[in-house]
């Protein structure tokens, strides 16, 4: 069965120090997305492509984060610098694309402490 | 602006009893609604959804929802709970005239606990 990959799964970095993360969608899906979950909350929104291109970066902190999906297929979360207040879950999701609501499949995450 | 409000935190029952998570949302439009569970440190698994179609939806793993319009509603059931139902869950709405977006806002969540 096909999954979304993501890497690391576990990240500990230090503030101001920069931080990524990897995402590989399932293979077809042309929307991917980046939440971020704090603990004890419900996933967030962070950003959301269509193929290559951003359709939604409004809750995104562009200060210091930055995602890339250079060919529409794996994208790249990047913070920098971290700061405490980013440890949480980041989770990546992709969809198949269309005029109606479709199922996200997530991966399985990558927790991030800062320190 | 929609939103999802999850009452109760936490939820415990005991092994076979009924289960009974509750989601209210808001939206101005009718949305579609979701049930999320989360295991610990994974990802999100769909376990069921609403998209305007029958009102009471079966999911997997034996869990179902009813749609209530007049009371916002969109709770989760399953009759009899299981160990392995233990767990996180999180209802999600999305609004069907969000231009295609498949936007999802999640709310903050309730952690099931099954004791023996």
């Known amino acids: 069965e096909a999954e979304v990959a993501q890497s690391p799964r576990y990240k500990i970095t230090e503030k101001s120090q920069a931080v990524a993360f990897w995402c590989d969608p399932i293979s077809g899906h042309a929307t991917l997305y980046w939440y971020r979950q704090i603990l004890g909350q419900g996933p967030e929104l962070l950003v959301q492509?269509?193929?290559?291109?951003?359709?939604?970066d409004s809750q995104l902190p562009k200060d210091r984060f930055s995602a890339e999906r250079l060919k529409g297929v794996d994208s790249t979360l990047k913070i920098q610098p971290a700061e405490l207040g980013d440890s949480a879950m980041y989770l990546c999701?992709?969809?198949?694309?269309?005029?109606?609501?479709?199922?996200?499949?997530f991966g399985p995450g990558t927790r991030l402490t800062v320190t | 602006a929609q939103s999802v409000t999850q009452l109760g935190s936490h939820v415990s029952v005991s092994e076979g009893a009924l289960v009974l998570l509750r989601c209210n949302y808001s939206?101005?439009?009718?949305?579609?609604l979701f049930w999320y569970v989360q295991y610990p440190n994974q990802g999100l698994q769909l376990l069921l959804k609403y998209t305007s179609a029958a009102t009471l939806v079966k999911g997997i793993n034996g869990f179902e929802a009813e749609f209530k319009k007049s009371e916002t509603s969109f709770h989760l059931t399953k009759p009899s709970a299981h160990m392995s139902d233990a767990a996180e869950y999180f209802c999600?709405?999305?609004?069907?005239?969000?231009?295609?977006?498949?936007?999802?806002?999640f709310g903050a969540g309730t952690r099931l606990a099954v004791h023996p």
């Open positions: 939206s101005s439009v009718p949305p579609y």
């Open positions: 999701a992709s969809s198949i694309t269309g005029t109606g609501i479709y199922e996200q499949y």
């Open positions: 999600a709405v999305s609004d069907p005239f969000s231009g295609g977006y498949n936007k999802l806002i």
């Open positions: 492509f269509q193929d290559e291109s951003v359709v939604d």
